[in-house]
């Protein structure tokens, strides 16, 4: 089993800043990507960012400048710094990996729990 364990969301103020994490754990070869989607009810979840081993990121366009996203291919951990948050950043975030289980040969899409990120006006 593989499980996806977040942490970080909370309550800001706009303007602020909150880091978002997302460890991995289980039976690991490795995981392909990491990386953040946020989601607010009734709508689609959408890409924040993602990170592909080996260095090339994506960011979403309303978060760029403002979020970094880095990840830790020996912790198999995925961070997301978020700044100078707005009040339409509200949503909760989802931790997404791309990994390879023990055993097998291919990439399993895995999902966290979601951390709930509120910013106040």
């Known amino acids: 089993q593989v499980q996806l364990v977040e942490s970080g969301g909370g309550l800001v103020q706009a303007g602020g800043s909150l880091r978002l994490s997302c460890a991995a754990s289980g039976s690991i070869i490795r995981a392909s990507s990491m990386g953040w989607y946020r989601q607010v009810a009734g709508d689609q979840r959408e890409l924040v960012a993602n990170v592909i081993k080996g260095g090339s990121i994506m960011y979403a366009d309303a978060v760029k400048g403002r979020f970094t996203v880095s990840m830790d291919t020996a912790k198999i951990t995925v961070y997301l710094q978020m700044n100078n948050l707005k009040p339409e950043d509200t949503a909760v975030y989802y931790c997404?990996?791309?990994?390879?289980?023990?055993?097998?040969?291919?990439?399993?899409?895995?999902w966290g729990q979601g951390t709930q990120v509120t910013v106040s006006s």
């Open positions: 997404n990996a791309h990994i390879q289980r023990a055993g097998t040969w291919y990439d399993t899409d895995y």
